[in-house]
């Protein structure tokens, strides 16, 4: 069964920095692109960045350029987001999602962030 | 900033035909496939059509989904109850680099 499992959210104050986590399992991990997606509270989705197989190529939303960067570990299954420079408007649950050609085909939970003072 | 546009909602009875319109560019729906999430409350997104109008296995057939130029569209016929929740189109974004979805579209089971 394909599993994803997002960690490190938690409160952090504008300014400052996160990583968080996604566990991958069920599935050859490193055969799959991946993505960060997020859900301001009450607010739709919006995708913040992808990650190929190999991890060479990175992409990002405009809104988190510069500030966030994602990385993966294949042989530890894992998948990450350093969010730095952090603002409350970055405050949202985040997934972490595999991309199958262009489809997000499995989800995680999600962790919430809260960026407040 | 959504660059894909959905109605903020929409409803039917059980049984009645609803669809979701998600109006998009050239640059995305125009010239690649679509997706549509449903989002259950309190839960996160599942995939409901894949490649503009495919059914991942297990999704019934009461959905459907379809392209014309920049827009697309995601029909459910057959309303249920269980059918009430949040609706997302989405596409790559050949301009943006990246992938957009739609605003949502709430559907509601009176």
């Known amino acids: 069964e394909v599993q994803l499992v997002e960690s490190g959210g938690g409160l952090v104050q504008p300014g400052g920095s996160l990583r968080l986590s996604c566990a991958g399992s069920?599935?050859?991990?490193?055969?799959?692109?991946m993505n960060w997606v997020r859900q301001a509270p009450g607010k739709g989705l919006e995708w913040v960045s992808y990650?190929?197989?190999?991890?060479?190529?990175?992409y990002y939303a405009d809104s988190v350029k510069g500030r966030f960067a994602i990385s993966r570990d294949n042989a530890k299954n894992s998948l990450y987001l350093q969010m730095s420079s952090l603002r409350a408007e970055d405050t949202a649950v985040y997934y972490c999602?595999?991309?199958?050609?262009?489809?997000?085909?499995?989800w995680g939970r999600g962790t919430l962030v809260t960026v407040s003072s | 900033q959504s660059v894909l546009t959905q109605p903020p909602s929409a409803s039917g009875t059980p049984g009645q035909r609803v669809t979701i319109s998600c109006s998009g560019s050239?640059?995305?729906?125009?010239?690649?496939?679509v997706n549509w999430y449903q989002q259950l409350p309190g839960t996160a997104p599942k995939l409901l059509i894949y490649?503009?109008?495919q059914r991942p296995s297990g999704v019934p057939d009461r959905f459907s989904g379809s392209k014309s130029g920049p827009s697309a569209s995601l029909a459910i016929s057959g309303l249920q109850s269980e059918d009430e929740a949040d609706y997302y189109c989405?596409?790559?974004?050949?301009?943006?680099?990246?992938?957009?979805f739609g605003t949502g579209t709430k559907v509601t089971v009176l």
């Open positions: 999602s595999r991309d199958f050609f262009t489809r997000f085909d499995y």
């Open positions: 069920g599935f050859t991990f490193g055969s799959y692109e």
């Open positions: 990650i190929s197989s190999s991890g060479s190529v990175m």
């Open positions: 050239s640059s995305n729906i125009g010239s690649n496939t």
């Open positions: 490649a503009t109008d």
């Open positions: 989405a596409a790559w974004d050949d301009s943006l680099n990246g992938y957009v």
